[in-house]
C-alpha cells in the first residue's frame, strides 16, 4: 500500500523531442492517496495509458520522477515494484490451469507452495473462479479471463496499487455490469489503490472517488465527480463529460458579469478581473438551463424526446444551446426564452474557468 | 545479455552469406585460377564466364524456359485455388474434408516416385519437351499448397462481407473478382510466392519432363558441369544468375512472407 | 472460425483443382501400382506378379538400409534445424529497419533452385577449392566429402541446415510477431524469468506454426533427392543415399520398374503414416 506520486513527469515516445507535439505527456504532476479509487478518463490517444506504464515500470518518463511513499521508484524494474496491471485484453497463460495461473506471481517470487495454496483459494472464491480452478484457462469466456489477470493482481499480499486498462473492452454489455460492481466490491474489501483507465464516462464516474480527466497529454481537471459535473475546470471536462455536454456560448465581460448580446447573465461569481482573453465563453450544462417568461430570446430547432426528459435543442444567433426538460414541463412554442441557473453558470477564457 | 541480443541474427545470416559469397566470387574468376590457387577473393577478375552466358542460346534460353514454365504454373496454380480455397473457407459440402486431406497427401508425394510416370503420362499426351509439361506436373503439389495458404487467408474474412454484397445485389463472380480478391491481396502474394519458389527450385520433374527445347537453366547447367569436365566459373556464374529472381521475389513480398505462414491453416 | 453453410454447389469451385490434382497424381499413381503388381522384359509385355515386388523390396537390405540412413538424415536435421530455427527467431529484431533486411537474406536459400545448392555446396566443400574444406583442414581436421562417409555425411546435414534452417525461422518469427505486447507486460509484471516467458508465452504461441514447420521439413527431408544427389552423388559408396536417390537409381538407372515401383508405394505409404502420426501426436492437446 502506498501514496503514489508523478513529479513533474513528461514523457515523448521520439527520441530527441523538440516540437510540442513530440510530448505525449506534458508536464504531470499529480498524487494518489493511498487506497483510493481512481479513474483516469480521457478520448483514444490523451496520453491515459502511456501514464499508466509510466507508474507500472513498462516505459520510463523522459523527464521527472515517480514515487511510491516519497521513494523515487523511477528507476525499478516492473516486477520490484509491486504492482499489479490488468490489460485491455484479457492476458492467460493458455497452457496453465486457471490454479496455475493465479499462483504464476507467487510461484514466480518463491512463495512456499501452503502459503500459495491458501491465497491462490481465497482469491479464486472472491472471484467465484473456484469452481474452474482446475480447467485450462485458454476455454474460459472473455470475462472468466479478465478475471483471471485481475487475480493475478489481487493474489499477492503487496501489492501497492492494482491498475486497469480499459478493463471492460471485451467484455459483453450485461457482464460488464456485474464485474465493475465486482470491482467495487474487492475494492471495499482489500482496500488498495486502483487506478481505472478508460474512455467512457460512466464506467469512470461509477468506479471512481476520484476522476482525472486527460487531454493532450494534460491533465484539465482531478476531481469527484459531482466536482466534475458541476464545476468543470476546462470547457474541454465540460464538453467530454456530460450527455449532452456542456453549452459553451460566447460572450464579454460587463461590469464584472458576463453578457450576450446585451442580455446579462449572473454568473457563478462576480469576475472582478477585466480579463484579456482570445475566446471568453459561458459554459453552462443542459441541465441547468430552463424556459421562463424572460431572459435569452432562442429559436427552438428541434426536439429529441428520450423518455425520462426531452433534449430541446435550441438557437440563439449562431450558438446552439441544449436543454435539458423533464417530462411533463412545458416547452413553449411562441418566443421562447431561456435562463441559467447562476449557481452552475461559469466563464471560461480560453477554455480555463475564470474565477 | 540484451546487448548481444543481435549476435545471433547476424552469425546466422553470415554463416547463409558464405556459400553464396564463394559461389559468386568464384563466378568472377578464371578456371585456372579456381584449379591453380586458393584465394580469398578473384585475383583475375574476369567477366567471361557471364559474356559466354549472355551470348550463348544454350544458355540463356535455359532462363527463358525455367521462367516460361514458373509463371505458367503460378498462374494456372493461384488461378485454380482461388476459388476452390473459396469454397474450402465459405461451404461445407459432401466429402470437404476429405477431400482437403487428399489435396494436402499429394504435398507429400515425392517428387521421385512420380518421376517416371510423368514422363510416360506427358509423352502420351504431346506435351513432352514443352513448358506446359512441367508447368502442370508442378500443379501436383503447387495447388494444395496455394489452396491451403488461401484457404488461411479467406478464413480471416469475415463472412459478412459476402453477405453485405449479395444483399447490395453483386452476382457471385462480380462480388468475388471486385471485392473479395482485393481483400485478400497479401494472401494471393503469398501464394504466388510459395508457387513460384516451389516450382522454380524442383528440378528432378523439370529435368525429367524435357530434353532440348523447354530444357530449364538448373539442368543445362548440371550438363555442362558434368560434360565439360571444370567449367566451374561458368557453372558458378550461371548458379549466381539463378539466385536473382528469387531474391527480386523475396524483395516483393518481404512484409507479407512472414504472415503468410502464420495465417495458414493446419 | 467462420459458420459454414452447406452448399453442394461448391464442388463446381474446386472442379478445377480437383481435375488438375487428379490428372497429375492418379493416373501416374495408377501407373505405378500397375508396374509394382508387374513384370516385364520390355515390349510392352506385362505379366502378373502379385506382391512379389512389395516382399521382395521390404525384405531387401538394399531398401532397409536406404530407409535407416533416411531416418536418422531426417531426425538429425529435425533436431537442429527446429531448436537453431526457432532460437534465431527469438533473438530477431521485431521492428526497424533490420527486420526486412533479416528477412530477405534469410529467405534467400529458400529461393535457390537445388541443385544450384547441390553445386554451390560442393565448390564450397570441396577439400582442395572449397572456402569450407580448406577451413576445416585448416585447423586440423582431415576433411574429404568426397572419400569419408562421415565428412560427407556432416556435408550433407550442414547443407540442408543451411537450406531450410530460415524456414522454421521465418515461421517461428510469424508466430512470434502474433503475440500482444500486453503479454509481455503482464510477463514481467507477474515476476516471470526469460524461461517462463519463453515457455507459457512464446512457445504456446508458437506451437500451431511450429507444427507445419516441423511436418513441412519432415515431409520435404523425407523427399530429399536434388540436393545430396548433386553434393555427393549418394556416395562415397552408398553412405548418403536416401530413399528418393535409391528409388531413381532402381527406376531410371536399372529400369528395375517392378521393384521400382513397389518401392515407390511402399515409400508413399510411409510418409503419409509418418505425416499422421506427427499431426496427430501434435494435435493432441489442443484437444483436450
Known amino acids: 500500500m502506498a501514496k503514489i506520486t508523478l513529479d513533474q513527469v513528461r514523457h515523448s515516445y521520439a527520441q530527441n523531442p523538440d516540437d510540442d507535439l513530440d510530448w505525449a505527456l506534458k508536464e504531470v504532476d499529480v498524487t494518489w492517496s493511498d487506497g483510493g479509487a481512481y479513474a483516469l478518463l480521457g478520448p483514444s490517444g490523451c496520453g491515459k495509458t502511456t501514464l499508466l506504464n509510466i507508474i507500472s515500470g513498462l516505459l520510463r518518463p523522459s523527464r521527472g520522477r515517480v514515487l511510491f511513499d516519497d521513494r523515487d521508484i523511477t528507476d525499478i524494474p ?59 484457462a485458454s476455454h474460459l469466456t472473455a470475462d472468466g479471463k479478465q478475471k483471471i489477470s485481475l487475480g493475478r493482481g489481487l493474489v499477492r499480499s503487496d501489492v501497492n496499487v492494482i491498475m486497469f486498462d480499459e478493463p471492460l473492452t471485451v467484455i459483453d454489455p450485461h457482464l460488464k455490469w456485474l464485474l465493475r460492481s465486482k470491482l467495487k466490491e474487492l475494492h471495499q474489501q482489500i482496500g488498495s489503490t486502483m487506478i481505472y483507465v478508460t474512455h467512457d464516462q460512466t464506467e469512470a464516474l461509477t468506479f471512481a472517488d476520484k476522476v482525472m480527466v486527460m487531454h493532450d497529454g494534460m491533465v484539465m481537471q482531478i476531481g469527484t465527480p459531482v466536482e466534475l459535473f458541476e464545476k468543470p475546470k476546462h470547457t474541454f471536462v465540460g464538453h467530454f463529460i456530460g450527455s449532452p455536454g456542456m453549452n459553451l456560448l460566447p460572450c464579454v465581460i460587463e461590469n464584472g458579469y458576463p453578457s450576450i448580446d446585451g442580455h446579462q447573465i449572473i454568473s457563478a461569481q462576480k469576475l472582478d478581473i477585466p480579463e484579456v482573453a482570445k475566446r471568453v465563453e459561458i459554459g453552462i450544462r443542459p441541465e441547468f438551463v430552463s424556459f421562463t417568461p424572460n431572459g435569452l430570446p432562442v429559436e427552438i430547432v428541434k426536439i ?30 411562441a418566443d421562447p426564452k431561456i435562463s441559467f441557473d447562476p449557481a452552475y453558470t461559469h466563464v471560461y477564457a480560453d477554455g480555463y474557468i475564470l474565477t | 545479455m540484451k546487448g548481444f541480443k543481435w549476435l545471433t541474427p547476424t552469425l546466422y545470416i553470415l554463416f547463409l552469406m558464405l556459400p553464396i559469397y564463394w559461389l559468386i566470387s568464384m563466378s568472377f574468376k578464371t578456371t585456372n585460377e579456381i584449379l591453380g590457387h586458393f584465394s580469398l577473393w578473384p585475383q583475375e577478375f574476369t ?27 503460378t498462374l494456372i496454380s493461384v488461378s485454380v485455388a482461388l476459388p476452390a480455397a473459396y469454397a474450402f473457407s465459405r461451404y461445407r459440402f459432401l466429402g470437404d474434408k476429405h477431400l482437403f486431406f487428399w489435396l494436402l497427401t499429394n504435398r507429400m508425394a515425392p517428387a521421385a516416385v512420380f518421376a517416371l510416370p510423368f514422363f510416360q503420362l506427358y509423352s502420351a499426351v504431346g506435351l513432352f519437351d514443352t513448358p506446359w509439361a512441367v508447368a502442370l506436373a508442378h500443379c501436383l503439389f503447387n495447388i494444395p499448397l496455394a489452396v491451403w495458404i488461401l484457404e488461411g487467408f479467406m478464413s480471416g474474412v469475415p463472412k459478412e462481407l459476402d453477405e453485405t454484397a449479395f444483399v447490395d445485389g453483386y452476382s457471385f463472380w462480380r462480388f468475388f473478382t471486385k471485392i473479395f480478391l482485393p481483400t485478400i491481396a497479401a494472401g494471393i502474394g503469398v501464394a504466388m510466392f510459395f508457387c513460384f519458389m516451389f516450382s522454380w527450385v524442383e528440378l528432378l520433374l523439370a529435368k525429367t519432363l524435357t530434353s532440348v527445347a523447354a530444357k530449364p537453366i538448373a539442368a543445362t547447367m548440371t550438363r555442362t558441369a558434368s560434360t565439360a569436365g571444370y567449367e566451374l566459373g561458368l557453372l558458378a556464374a550461371a548458379g549466381t544468375l539463378t539466385i536473382i529472381p528469387g531474391a527480386i521475389v523475396i524483395w516483393f513480398v518481404r512484409n507479407n512472407i512472414a504472415k503468410g505462414f502464420a495465417l495458414g491453416r493446419v | ?15 478445377p483443382v480437383v481435375v488438375l490434382v487428379a490428372f497429375n497424381a492418379l493416373i501416374p499413381l495408377m501407373t505405378v501400382v500397375n508396374y509394382s503388381v508387374q513384370e516385364t522384359f520390355g515390349d510392352n509385355i506385362f505379366f502378373w506378379e502379385g506382391v512379389k515386388w512389395f516382399e521382395q523390396v521390404l525384405h531387401s537390405e538394399r531398401f532397409h538400409d536406404s530407409l535407416l540412413r533416411q531416418l536418422s538424415f531426417t531426425s538429425i536435421i529435425l533436431l537442429i534445424e527446429v531448436p537453431l530455427g526457432v532460437a534465431v527467431a527469438l533473438s530477431m529484431p521485431k521492428k526497424g529497419p533490420w527486420v526486412s533486411v533479416c528477412l530477405v537474406l534469410m529467405a534467400l536459400p529458400l529461393l535457390i533452385p537445388w541443385n544450384v545448392v547441390g553445386a554451390m555446396w560442393n565448390i564450397f566443400a570441396l577439400p582442395d577449392i572449397g572456402l569450407l574444406g580448406r577451413m576445416i583442414n585448416g585447423i586440423g581436421f582431415d576433411y574429404n566429402f568426397t572419400q569419408q562417409p562421415t565428412a560427407a555425411w556432416f556435408t550433407v546435414i550442414l547443407m540442408d541446415v543451411w537450406h531450410w534452417t530460415s524456414l522454421v525461422t521465418l515461421l517461428a518469427y510469424a508466430g512470434l510477431c502474433s503475440i500482444p505486447d500486453a503479454y509481455y507486460q503482464a510477463a514481467r509484471i507477474d515476476g516471470a524469468s526469460s524461461w517462463s516467458v519463453f515457455r507459457y508465452i512464446q512457445l504456446p504461441k508458437m506451437k500451431r506454426v511450429l507444427t507445419i514447420a516441423i511436418l513441412l521439413r519432415f515431409m520435404d527431408s523425407f523427399m530429399i533427392y536434388t540436393e545430396p544427389f548433386v553434393l555427393t552423388g549418394g556416395g562415397p559408396g552408398n553412405s548418403t543415399t536416401f530413399l528418393s536417390i535409391d528409388l531413381v537409381k532402381i527406376a531410371l538407372g536399372q529400369f528395375d520398374l517392378g521393384p521400382a515401383a513397389a518401392m515407390s508405394l511402399i515409400y508413399f505409404l510411409i510418409i503419409l503414416l509418418l505425416s499422421w502420426v506427427f499431426y496427430t501426436l501434435m494435435m493432441r492437446n489442443e484437444e483436450q
Open chain 1, 78 to 136: 516492473s516486477d520490484k515494484r509491486h504492482i499489479a496491471q490488468v490489460f485491455q485484453f484479457p492476458v492467460v497463460y493458455d497452457t496453465m490451469t486457471v490454479f496455475d495461473n493465479l499462483a504464476f506471481p507467487l510461484r514466480n517470487r518463491d512463495v512456499p507452495q501452503a502459503q500459495v495454496d491458501a491465497r491462490v483459494h481465497e482469491i479464486a472464491k472472491m472471484l467465484d473462479l473456484e469452481e474452474s480452478l482446475h480447467n485450462r
Open chain 1, 304 to 333: 429529441n424526446d428520450i423518455g425520462q426528459y426531452r433534449i430541446v435543442e435550441t438557437r440563439h444567433k449562431n450558438t446552439t444551446i441544449k436543454i435539458i426538460v423533464a417530462e411533463g414541463l412545458h416547452i413553449p412554442t
Open chain 2, 47 to 73: 567477366l567471361d564466364n557471364y559474356v559466354k552466358i549472355f551470348t550463348d542460346p544454350t544458355w540463356y534460353n535455359g532462363y527463358f524456359n525455367s521462367i516460361t514454365y514458373v509463371v505458367i504454373n
Open chain 3, 1 to 15: 472460425m467462420i459458420d459454414k453453410t452447406t452448399n453442394q454447389k461448391a464442388w463446381f469451385l474446386v472442379a
